[in-house]
Protein backbone atom coordinates (compact mmCIF):
# COMPACT_ATOMS: atom_id res chain seq x y z
CA UNK A 1 0.00 0.00 0.00
CA UNK A 2 3.07 2.26 0.33
CA UNK A 3 5.54 3.48 -2.16
CA UNK A 4 8.90 5.25 -1.73
CA UNK A 5 10.25 7.67 -4.29
CA UNK A 6 13.59 9.50 -4.61
CA UNK A 7 12.64 12.41 -5.59
CA UNK A 8 9.08 13.94 -6.64
CA UNK A 9 7.36 12.24 -9.91
CA UNK A 10 4.68 14.66 -12.26
CA UNK A 11 1.94 13.05 -10.59
CA UNK A 12 3.20 14.05 -6.94
CA UNK A 13 3.65 17.45 -8.50
CA UNK A 14 0.16 17.46 -9.68
CA UNK A 15 -0.62 16.36 -6.33
CA UNK A 16 0.49 18.57 -4.47
CA UNK A 17 -0.44 21.70 -5.99
CA UNK A 18 -4.41 20.47 -5.70
CA UNK A 19 -3.85 20.64 -1.94
CA UNK A 20 -5.40 23.21 -0.05
CA UNK A 21 -3.67 22.31 3.55
CA UNK A 22 -0.09 20.47 3.95
CA UNK A 23 1.22 19.59 7.89
CA UNK A 24 5.37 20.16 9.12
CA UNK A 25 6.45 18.30 11.83
CA UNK A 26 9.94 18.37 12.93
CA UNK A 27 11.42 17.73 16.00
CA UNK A 28 14.34 18.97 17.84
CA UNK A 29 16.95 16.32 19.90
CA UNK A 30 14.31 16.71 22.99
CA UNK A 31 11.24 17.81 24.01
CA UNK A 32 7.99 18.64 21.84
CA UNK A 33 7.32 17.16 18.46
CA UNK A 34 5.70 19.94 16.85
CA UNK A 35 2.85 19.60 14.00
CA UNK A 36 1.86 22.82 12.14
CA UNK A 37 -0.93 22.74 9.62
CA UNK A 38 -0.57 24.82 6.57
CA UNK A 39 -2.65 26.81 3.87
CA UNK A 40 -2.78 29.68 1.74
CA UNK A 41 -0.65 29.96 -1.20
CA UNK A 42 2.73 29.07 1.13
CA UNK A 43 4.01 25.77 -0.56
CA UNK A 44 6.39 25.61 -3.62
CA UNK A 45 7.92 22.54 -5.83
CA UNK A 46 11.62 24.09 -6.26
CA UNK A 47 12.38 21.31 -8.39
CA UNK A 48 12.40 17.44 -8.27
CA UNK A 49 14.43 17.07 -5.04
CA UNK A 50 13.39 20.56 -3.32
CA UNK A 51 10.31 22.33 -1.92
CA UNK A 52 9.82 25.58 0.33
CA UNK A 53 7.36 26.82 2.04
CA UNK A 54 6.51 30.41 3.78
CA UNK A 55 6.12 30.95 7.35
CA UNK A 56 3.90 33.37 8.43
CA UNK A 57 3.89 35.10 11.64
CA UNK A 58 2.07 32.82 14.47
CA UNK A 59 1.81 32.40 18.41
CA UNK A 60 4.79 29.98 18.03
CA UNK A 61 8.15 29.67 16.54
CA UNK A 62 8.32 25.81 17.34
CA UNK A 63 9.72 24.39 13.80
CA UNK A 64 12.92 27.50 13.49
CA UNK A 65 13.64 26.12 16.70
CA UNK A 66 13.25 22.70 15.72
CA UNK A 67 15.42 23.06 12.40
CA UNK A 68 18.24 25.14 14.16
CA UNK A 69 18.58 21.86 16.89
CA UNK A 70 17.85 18.81 14.06
CA UNK A 71 17.10 19.86 10.67
CA UNK A 72 14.89 16.60 10.03
CA UNK A 73 11.62 17.78 8.57
CA UNK A 74 8.41 16.01 7.39
CA UNK A 75 5.67 17.41 5.12
CA UNK A 76 2.56 15.53 4.99
CA UNK A 77 -0.53 16.20 2.49
CA UNK A 78 -3.62 13.89 2.49
CA UNK A 79 -6.57 14.11 0.09
CA UNK A 80 -9.66 14.74 1.49
CA UNK A 81 -11.54 14.61 -2.00
CA UNK A 82 -11.86 12.42 -4.85
CA UNK A 83 -9.01 9.56 -4.90
CA UNK A 84 -7.35 8.84 -1.49
CA UNK A 85 -4.05 9.45 -1.03
CA UNK A 86 -1.17 10.48 1.31
CA UNK A 87 1.72 11.95 0.20
CA UNK A 88 4.84 12.24 2.90
CA UNK A 89 8.47 14.32 1.82
CA UNK A 90 11.05 13.58 4.36
CA UNK A 91 14.06 15.74 4.52
CA UNK A 92 16.72 18.04 5.78
CA UNK A 93 15.51 21.57 6.47
CA UNK A 94 16.94 25.03 6.48
CA UNK A 95 15.23 28.48 7.57
CA UNK A 96 16.11 31.29 5.09
CA UNK A 97 14.81 34.66 7.36
CA UNK A 98 14.28 38.47 5.75
CA UNK A 99 18.01 39.39 6.71
CA UNK A 100 19.51 36.62 4.86
CA UNK A 101 21.18 36.48 1.15
CA UNK A 102 18.60 33.57 -0.04
CA UNK A 103 15.14 35.44 0.91
CA UNK A 104 14.58 37.65 -2.25
CA UNK A 105 15.05 35.03 -4.10
CA UNK A 106 12.59 32.59 -2.45
CA UNK A 107 10.76 35.37 -1.17
CA UNK A 108 9.38 36.34 -4.55
CA UNK A 109 7.96 32.89 -5.54
CA UNK A 110 5.35 34.14 -3.12
CA UNK A 111 2.67 36.63 -2.27
CA UNK A 112 4.00 39.57 -0.05
CA UNK A 113 2.15 38.26 2.63
CA UNK A 114 2.58 41.08 5.94
CA UNK A 115 4.60 38.98 8.75
CA UNK A 116 6.13 36.53 6.42
CA UNK A 117 9.15 35.24 9.11
CA UNK A 118 10.80 32.17 7.49
CA UNK A 119 11.37 30.29 4.51
CA UNK A 120 11.85 26.57 4.84
CA UNK A 121 13.51 25.44 1.98
CA UNK A 122 13.62 20.96 2.56
CA UNK A 123 15.99 19.03 0.64
CA UNK A 124 13.66 15.52 0.07
CA UNK A 125 15.55 12.45 0.75
CA UNK A 126 12.46 10.46 0.74
CA UNK A 127 9.02 10.59 -0.89
CA UNK A 128 6.66 8.25 -0.05
CA UNK A 129 3.04 7.93 -0.63
CA UNK A 130 0.62 5.58 1.23
CA UNK A 131 -3.38 4.53 0.46
CA UNK A 132 -4.93 7.18 2.70
CA UNK A 133 -8.13 5.09 2.81
CA UNK A 134 -9.27 6.06 6.93
CA UNK A 135 -9.06 9.78 5.59
CA UNK A 136 -12.48 11.52 5.63
CA UNK A 137 -13.75 13.61 3.02
CA UNK A 138 -13.77 17.26 3.70
CA UNK A 139 -14.68 20.55 0.99
CA UNK A 140 -12.25 23.56 1.18
CA UNK A 141 -15.13 26.40 2.41
CA UNK A 142 -12.53 29.09 1.81
CA UNK A 143 -9.35 30.50 3.21
CA UNK A 144 -9.68 32.01 6.38
CA UNK A 145 -8.70 35.74 6.35
CA UNK A 146 -7.89 35.94 9.84
CA UNK A 147 -4.56 35.76 10.14
CA UNK A 148 -3.50 38.38 6.86
CA UNK A 149 -5.89 40.70 8.88
CA UNK A 150 -4.04 40.40 12.10
CA UNK A 151 -0.66 40.83 10.42
CA UNK A 152 -1.66 43.85 8.34
CA UNK A 153 -3.29 45.36 10.84
CA UNK A 154 -0.37 45.20 12.89
CA UNK A 155 2.19 46.31 10.09
CA UNK A 156 5.85 45.47 9.57
CA UNK A 157 7.09 47.26 13.00
CA UNK A 158 4.53 45.65 14.95
CA UNK A 159 5.12 41.94 13.89
CA UNK A 160 9.13 42.61 14.56
CA UNK A 161 8.11 43.25 17.84
CA UNK A 162 6.05 40.57 18.40
CA UNK A 163 8.20 38.33 17.01
CA UNK A 164 10.70 39.66 20.17
CA UNK A 165 7.96 39.19 22.45
CA UNK A 166 6.54 35.51 21.37
CA UNK A 167 8.45 34.21 18.82
CA UNK A 168 12.40 34.37 19.64
CA UNK A 169 11.96 30.99 22.06
CA UNK A 170 10.67 27.89 21.36
CA UNK A 171 8.14 26.24 24.42
CA UNK A 172 11.42 24.31 25.54
CA UNK A 173 13.16 27.33 25.69
CA UNK A 174 15.37 26.98 22.70
CA UNK A 175 16.71 29.61 20.16
CA UNK A 176 14.22 29.85 17.00
CA UNK A 177 16.74 32.39 15.35
CA UNK A 178 14.26 35.15 14.36
CA UNK A 179 16.45 37.69 15.55
CA UNK A 180 19.75 38.22 14.30
CA UNK A 181 21.64 38.24 17.85
Known sequence: ?????EKLGHSHKVFIRQQHLYFVGTAGAEGFVNVSPKGMDSFRILNDSTVAWLNLTGSGNETAAHVLEN?????MFCSFEKQPLI?????HAAAVHPRD???QELAGQFPPYTGAR?????????VQTSCGYAVPYFRLEGERPTLTKWADKHGESGISEYWKENNTES???KDTGILDR
Do not use: V
Not at 1 to 5: A, L, P, R, V, Y
Open 71 to 75: NRMTI
Open 101 to 103: KRW
Open 87 to 91: LRLYG
Open 171 to 173: MNG
Open 118 to 126: QIFSLDIAL
Open 1 to 5: MSEKF
